[in-house]
Structures are given as C-alpha cells and as structure tokens.
C-alpha cells in the first residue's frame, strides 16, 4: 500500500500534533477504528451517549481535531461522531479513494450503518462539505439537515489568484521550508488570524505528506434532485479557495431548503466568527433536528 506520507519521520511528527490537539480539546473524547469497505477508519466520540448523532466530517490537508475543534459549543449537547477522512493525515487509512463519485458517500454509509444510525445530521468544513454534497447526491435520505461550512463541491475561486496567493509560496515553502512563505499562506487563508498550532500543523503537512488534489466534484443541479433536507450554508467573503458570493449563487440555483450566511473571513474562520457560526448552527439544529 502507497502511504499518503514522504516519511515515516514526517508521518509521526503530524501524530503527534494530531494528539496534542485532541489533548487541547479537552477530556470526554474515546476512540475507536471502524471496518468500512474502504479499509479502517479512525474515529473521534465525545458527548452524551444518549444525545442525537452528529457527524463532523474534517476539512482536507488538515489533521481532524484541528477542524473538528472549530465546533466544540456543540460538543455537551450532541453524540459527536467524528471520523479521520480515509487517506487524509490521521490515524485511518492511507489509501484514497474517489471524491468525484459515490466512494465517499458509501464510506459514510459504512460509518452510519457501523453505529446503527438510520439518519443523521451532518456538519463538513472545506472537503467534509463536499463529502456531505456527494453524500446528499448517492445517499440523500441519511441526512436529517446539513451545514456547510466554507464547503468544497460547489463553486472555487479564481485560478490565477490562486496560483499567486497559495500556490507560489507553497512551491517556496515546500523548497526552502521558508517561514516567511508559510507565513503568507496561512494569512491568505484566515486573513492573518490563523492560530501558531494551525499554522505549524499545515506547514508539516505541506512537507511530509502528499497532498491531496482530487477536491469532491462541482455539484450539479440534477445530482441533488432528491436532496430536500435543510441545509445551512456558511461561507467567507475572502475565501479564497471558496469565495461566499460565488458558494452562495451556486448552492440558491441547486440546493432546494438552503439558508446562506456569509461572513468577513477567509477560509479559516476567525475566532470571533466562529463564535457566530456556532451560534447559528445551534439554532439551526434546534430547529431542524
């Protein structure tokens, strides 16, 4: 099996980031691995054993708890399932899989099925958007409701200032391990309130693991034709991967029951703005769930 990771050392050093984080998220988390068709994948659990199911589904190139951390407000009050994405940096495994087909959409299956939920409600920053948009496109009646946040599979932003403001300091980075140009990025990405831990974790993954390029496909309209659960959709004015107008015109012609919100952020929320976004999203669930 190809490993995701250019070493065993750099593989190591991403754990045990990904352990310090979980350790920041304080106690209440287990763990466990669950066998999908897809092979092993590894699990994060939190809050009561008897509240409604909530999975978050992490963003890509990250390390789960980094992202599922952004929703900790949540935790007290629902069943957190949190799964690292099959051959992203985590404990699950290494292989990739299609994110332009139903792959992703049976993985999730396969996890929904394993803990014996018939439907769920779901929350995907980034690709755990788009997972949760090709699951809503196979596998429509396992939703409850949805939020999307700054979420893959729907509209990208420019090319070019995606090739100047990412892609050039990341080719830098990658050759000269700059903390300057990592530095850059992680401003582009959260106009500069990117956290130290955040910023030291993508610079690693940057260097030690091959990234993932095959986002979760542009969704098209006739994909969601059976997808009516309600959908929250929360996104940045300076995203620069997923810009909010753009997200926003693209999910009101395809998405049927969706509520957009945007924000003055980029890809990487703010603090403040992450505050807000769990206050919507828990009256959100309030009321759909």
């Not at 068709?37 to 890509?60: A, M, S, Y």
């Not at 955040?198 to 997808?227: A, C, H, R, W």
């Not at 029951?257 to 003055?264: E, G, L």
Request: aromatic fraction near 10%.
């Amino acid at each position: 099996m190809s490993s995701i990771y250019r070493s065993e050392e750099g593989k190591n050093s991403i754990l045990e980031e990904y352990e310090a984080y979980v350790e920041q998220l304080g106690e209440g988390f287990t763990r466990e691995y669950v066998e999908t068709r897809f092979g092993q994948t590894h699990v994060l659990l939190t809050g009561p054993e008897d509240g409604k199911p909530l999975f978050i589904l992490q963003g890509g190139n990250c390390v789960n708890p980094m992202t599922l951390s952004w929703f900790s407000s949540l935790f007290k009050d629902y069943r957190i399932i949190a799964p690292d994405t099959i051959g992203h940096p985590g404990y699950s495994e290494e292989t990739r899989i299609s994110a332009r087909f139903d792959s992703l959409a049976l993985w999730v299956s396969d996890l929904l099925d394993h803990y014996k939920i018939e439907k769920s409600a779901f929350i995907g920053p980034s690709f755990g958007g788009g997972i949760i948009l090709r699951l809503a496109t196979y596998i429509p009646d396992r939703i409850a409701c949805s939020v999307l946040v700054a979420p893959a599979g729907l509209a990208v932003g420019s090319k070019i200032k995606m090739a100047q403001d990412i892609v050039l300091p990341l080719v830098t980075y990658k050759m000269t391990s700059s903390p300057t140009s990592l530095q850059k990025i992680a401003d582009i990405m959260s106009c500069s309130c990117m956290k130290e831990i955040d910023k030291n974790i993508i610079g690693k993954i940057f260097k030690y693991v091959s990234l993932e390029q095959d986002m979760p496909k542009l969704t098209e309209q006739d994909e969601l034709v059976n997808y009516t659960s309600p959908t929250l959709l929360l996104v940045g004015e300076k995203d620069v991967f997923f810009p909010a107008d753009k997200v926003i015109e693209r999910a009101q012609k395809i998405i049927p029951n969706v509520k957009a919100i945007k924000y003055d952020t980029g890809h990487f929320p703010s603090q403040d703005v992450l505050m807000q976004m769990n206050q919507e999203i828990q009256q959100f669930l309030q009321k759909n769930y």
